[in-house]
């Protein structure tokens, strides 16, 4: 990448090589939502689930919110030019109340029906509403029956995990774990959220808001804080440079970049960091969540998971393989000979 184009990649023509504590090489490998292809939409923070590590730190919100009709028409309103797929998600989205609304008011503000998606774990009473309105799916069951009977008409779709999932911890902050505040930057910049996730609207306390990272919207959540944009019309086409501050608040608290080992969805486990013992005691005392403590890199084993690892026994599941390799074929042929 040559200068002049790194530099209009953060938004900004300066020759120092630092933005605050944020190494100006470190951003420079950091995507802006315009170069994402996914943004979501969290439209509620209910969910049926109490996964461990949850990204969306379900467990450690206070209260239970859902977006209102009018936030959700703003939220659509300002993505009208993004070319990528507009994704709404929760906790689970099927819970919200106004769901069915919501998706049609979806549909009718974003044609492109491949532009739209839907990241559930159960469908609950809106299979034939989703199935008609969504193009994009991610389907979780984290190995829940409920929810196996639930998505059993997309097993053999793209987007469908069938079993556990094995999710890295949020709550280890990475300021915790690197002495080396430059291999703690040059780790947040390959993070896996920012790489391969996405942008987030949520609404906080009433008001829209905007992030650059999904996960940076739960932990303003889980606080009770608001570090988000103010949502309107561009707000997406910003520069990183402009995100500075989200950077510096968010990520050097966050686990994800440091790529621990996790728990199994199932456990219901969240493991943390001193910086974070807040949300962990506080989730233990008023939910029950059981709780572990790491105090630095050596407490940890198994660099480089994913911040969450589908279907961890797939590979061993050869019935499943096998009827989706039938499936595929079978639309190949189909393909081929209409």
Sequence with gaps: MSDVTSQEKVGINHN??????????????????????????????????????????????????????????????????????????????????????????????????????????????????????????????????????????????????PDHSHHAPILTAIKDLYKDKQKMWDAISKCDVNH???????????????????????????????NGLEVNEGWWQKKMIDYENQINYFCPGCGIAAKLKGSMDFEEIDTYSKSNEDLAKRSQELKGRNIFQIESLDQAKDLGNAVTSYSIYLKKNYKYRIKKLAWKASKIVRHLFD
Excluded at 208 to 224: I, K, N
């Design 16 to 161: 120092s090589q630092t933005i605050d504590n944020i190494p100006l090489e470190n951003i420079q490998n950091m995507r802006s939502p315009s170069e994402m292809g996914i943004i979501c939409i969290d439209i509620t923070n209910k969910c049926d689930l109490a996964c461990s590590n949850c990204t969306r730190l379900l467990a450690n919100q206070d209260y239970f919110w859902d977006m209102t009709v009018e936030n959700f028409k703003t939220a659509i309103n300002t993505l009208k030019d993004y070319k990528g797929v507009v994704v709404i998600i929760g906790g689970n989205p099927c819970m919200h109340p106004k769901f069915d609304k919501i998706c049609k008011i979806f549909a009718e503000l974003r044609p492109d029906k491949q532009k739209r998606g839907l990241w559930t774990n159960n469908f609950f009473k809106h299979e034939k509403i989703s199935t008609e309105l969504f193009g994009v799916f991610n389907l979780n069951t984290h190995g829940d029956s409920r929810s196996t009977k639930s998505l059993k008409n997309f097993e053999l779709k793209g987007g469908y995990h």
């Design 196 to 226: 391969n996730w996405s942008a987030s609207i949520v609404q906080n306390k009433g008001k829209l808001r905007a992030y650059f990272c999904e996960v940076a919207a739960s932990f303003d959540l889980a606080r009770g804080t608001d």
